[in-house]
């Protein structure tokens, strides 16, 4: 079965795919935001935009998502967070999902977002 892969990275950063295509599977890798000078909200509204437009280069949309993996530097965040996921998520069509604190490779990320889609 074939495997497509989008937006590999580049040295000096790590040699990933930022998107991986296999059969009617769409595999996200962990998305930070581009510009972590803004907050919670911020940083959680880039993210998704990535995660749509990754996936429309896939063939498919946040309405087929099947898990999301959600990684968040302080729970103190969570609610602001989390008020901007409940706004972007298909409420008739929400993935599974996963929401823990943890350290961050950078201090000024705030959180990353991790997803799987059905095409």
Known sequence: M???RIDLTQPPGPRMSRAVIHGDRVFLAGLTATDTAQDIKGQT???LDKIDSYLAQAGTSKS???AA???IKDMALF???NS???AWVDPE???ARACVKAEMARPEVLVEI???AAK
């Open 2 to 4: 074939e495997i497509r």
């Open 45 to 47: 509204k880039q993210i």
């Open 64 to 66: 087929n998502l099947l």
């Open 69 to 71: 993996n959600l990684w």
């Open 79 to 81: 609610a602001d967070m």
């Open 84 to 86: 901007v996921w409940n």
């Open 93 to 95: 069509n929400p993935p």
């Open 114 to 116: 991790m997803v799987t």
